[in-house]
């Protein structure tokens, strides 16, 4: 029999093993020697008696103190009147290996690592209670390596120092659950006004899912969002088998009840800007506990004095027009449109009362101060400010837009038009310049919400942001140029040390300057012979009213060459204001731009003039039409409703308006002579010898050159 040959080895499997193996070694080294090195360490002394001093400050522009990051509501509570369900609900959302492991997991850490390199941007955490507790405690937040070894080397000293129970006990009173509340008995008050003992299982869950993003998962900033994440937590209490079946379907079940009047101290000047603020930390890699805990000082571009006068121009007008419900609000963005900076937001008149934000959220149709968008393709497609289209009756299919109380008067050039806000021009308008083209041009200045392939568009009957109708104008104000709002300046550590600066924002040529120039000359006409009367503040401006059906909402969107400001008044149950736009809000327009503009003087715009020489006789009076407008959106015919406001002043302006103009249809003559109207020379605020590059769409974007600090 003869022998059998030896199998020969594969070199090159053979090279893998050891490879394999090897890693395996260096390994299970590294991680006896960092065990051995962390179980070295000593204990912190006086642990037991640390004192927290959370100092993360913002600040204004013009170094006002407008937030402090600190305890405004934290009350100590031990760790026997902790109700079970939130110690079992934190432990299994947070750290279900709490009392097995040493205050870290090195596995834990390890595979974080792995999946986060996988997916090239971090989505998984590996920070125990005592790792969390250690970055509270002693840490700055910054997302660096180094930080990250010295939050294990705290945790691993503050398990030799105090007890598991000690350290829960730690981490429950200290760690931050929104709306200035640190600690789980503060955030009890805060959000249900409880007691902690009378806590259900859900509010615990509640609280509980809090710490990760206590912005993103507050109930006052979204309620859906905060029960989906109470009903993960109560998932994993039951997974953990903390609670039973029944409590779980009981409690994923329960209604959130709210404290309506949270915590007072959380308040400030600009708190719907702080909630854009964290969003834009956000952004820039910070979440909202590192914030908290971070004792930084965040310098951000907010104006103390316009966001004062933003506050109290809302607070006085809407008291004037007698809408003091909760349902009734008011919001405000005012913002750069050569730098982007923020420089006043006003998500709402009161922040206590609701914390939801209509500058970014609120979706609402502009009425007439979409009108603008609609010239601007036409003036783009070759329209002059003085071609002449009549203002007649006018049907699309069976739809036929009216005017403000069916008032018509005949040929007009479109700066009347537009100052007159007459709605069935604005309809020929889009009819000659066609649907798609308007649509473009809104998405290109800046609309972000889907519009509708319909001809009601052109008086804004399509929901849009407030946000997103500043920015359209800012295009106007700025020679063309869409510039994207930003809120932080710098960041800075408690030593000084800079960690974020800002860079020069996105800015993209959107718009011709002769269009721009043009658009900015018609809608300064509608402040000194139109609806926009209301909001004059005596400087070169430029702005339009928007008023919707049956006075539901009402818009005033204007700016000087140094400031854009958007004010928007509706009712949250979308029930009529009896407003129109060059009321109320043209008023807290005007109140909040007297203070805002008054550093910058009185600049006059610098384009090029625009020629509003006409050869034909002007019959038609612009007298009292301050709220002349009412924009068909849905129905076929419009009533002549007026502001039903006790006091207001343009009480049954449009009333008065009409009975001044009683010719109906005035017809154009020849005239013996020309109307010449006054060119208006407008600022180009934008930098002539800005550099370009093209960006991905094919726009052009100017890169300025950052200016010396």
């Known amino acids: 029999m003869s022998e059998k040959k ?9 090279f893998i093993k050891i490879i394999i193996i090897s890693c395996i070694a260096i390994i299970l080294a590294s991680y006896f020697a960092v065990k051995n090195y962390l179980n070295d360490l000593g204990p912190i002394p006086q642990l037991k008696n640390y004192s927290r001093n959370i100092v993360t400050q913002v600040y204004s522009e013009d170094n006002h103190l407008i937030k402090t990051f600190q305890t405004f509501h934290y009350e100590h509570v031990g760790i026997d009147d902790i109700p079970q369900n939130i110690k079992d609900a934190i432990i299994s959302t947070e750290d279900k290996n709490f009392y097995e ?30 790792q969390q507790l250690a970055r509270i405690l002693f ?57 902690l003992k009378n806590l259900t299982l859900a509010e615990c869950a509640l609280l509980a899912g809090l710490p990760q993003a206590p912005s993103v998962y ?40 709210l404290n309506r009047k949270p915590n007072p101290a959380n308040s400030n000047i600009a708190p719907y800007f702080i909630d854009y603020v964290l969003k834009e930390l956000e952004t820039l890699g910070f979440d909202e506990t590192e914030i908290s805990n971070g004792g930084y000082k965040i310098i951000t571009t907010l104006n103390y004095d316009a966001q004062v006068a933003a506050n109290e121009a809302i607070n006085k007008n809407m008291k004037a027009w007698h809408l003091t419900k909760v349902k009734n609000q008011a919001a405000l963005f005012s913002y750069s449109p050569t730098t982007g900076a923020i420089i006043a937001y006003c998500g709402g008149k009161d922040y206590s009362q609701t914390q939801y934000d209509r500058v970014t959220q609120a979706i609402r149709p502009p009425g007439s101060s979409f009108k603008p968008i609609v010239y601007a393709a036409a003036i783009h497609k070759g329209w002059g400010p003085t071609d002449r289209v009549e203002d007649t009756p006018v049907t699309i299919g069976k739809w036929s837009p009216k005017n403000y109380g069916n008032k018509y008067r005949g040929a007009m050039p479109l700066y009347k038009a537009l100052a007159l806000s007459s709605n069935v021009v604005a309809v020929k308008l889009i009819q000659d310049v066609g649907i798609p083209n308007v649509i473009d041009m809104a998405k290109a200045l800046g609309i972000t919400t889907p519009l509708t392939h319909d001809y009601t568009i052109s008086l804004g009957s399509n929901g849009v942001k407030l946000y997103d109708m500043v920015v359209v ?36 040529k959107v718009l011709d300057k002769e269009t721009a120039g043009i658009m900015t000359a018609l809608l300064r006409k509608v402040i000194t012979a139109g609806t926009g009367k209301g909001a004059d503040i005596g400087k070169p401006m430029g702005g ?14 204007g700016y000087t060459p140094d400031i854009v400001t958007g004010v928007f008044i509706g009712n949250d149950d979308n029930t009529s204001t009896g407003l ?44 009292n039409v301050e709220d ?69 769409s094919g726009g052009v974007i100017p890169l300025p050159a950052k200016p010396e600090e």
């Open 544 to 557: 339009k009213t928007g008023t919707t059906n049956d006075n539901k909402d009402a818009w005033f969107i």
């Open 580 to 623: 129109t736009g060059g009321s109320a809000p043209a008023r807290i327009w005007k109140d909040m731009m007297t203070v805002a503009t008054k550093p910058y003087g009185s600049p006059e715009f610098d384009y090029p003039d625009v020629d509003f020489t006409v050869t034909y006789e002007d019959t038609v009076s612009t007298e």
């Open 473 to 508: 104008y800012g295009n106007f104000a700025n020679g063309g140029y869409k510039v994207k709002p930003y809120a932080i300046e710098r960041i800075e550590t408690q030593r000084g040390r800079v960690v974020y600066q800002a860079k020069r924002t996105k800015i993209i």
């Open 628 to 696: 002349a407008e009412s924009d068909n959106q849905e129905d076929t015919s419009q009533s002549e409703t007026k502001t039903q406001v006790e006091g207001n002043p343009y009480e049954a302006i449009a009333e008065r308006e009409i009975s001044k103009n009683p010719q109906s249809v005035p017809q154009p003559v020849t005239p013996p002579q020309q109307d010449t109207f006054k060119s208006i020379p407008v600022q180009l605020t934008i930098p002539a010898d800005v550099k370009h590059y093209n960006s991905p």
């Open 6 to 14: 030896p199998k020969r080895r594969n070199p090159f499997v053979s």
């Open 139 to 195: 840490l700055t937040n910054e997302k660096t390596f180094t930080r990250k070894i010295k939050e294990i080397q705290i945790a691993a000293r503050i398990e030799k120092t105090i007890s598991k129970d000690k350290i829960l006990e730690m981490y429950l009173n200290n760690v931050y659950l929104g709306a200035g509340s640190y600690g789980v008995k503060a955030a009890a008050f805060t959000y249900f006004n409880k007691e």
């Open 218 to 257: 507050s109930p006052y900033k979204n309620i859906k969002l905060a029960e989906k994440r109470r009903n993960k937590v109560l998932r994993r209490m039951y997974i953990m088998k903390k609670i039973t079946k029944e409590q779980y379907e009981n409690a994923i079940n329960e209604k959130i009840i």
């Open 101 to 130: 492991h040493d205050g870290y997991d090195i596995l834990g850490i390890a595979r974080s690592i792995f999946v986060n390199i996988i997916n090239k941007r971090t989505t998984q955490g590996a920070s125990t209670i005592t």
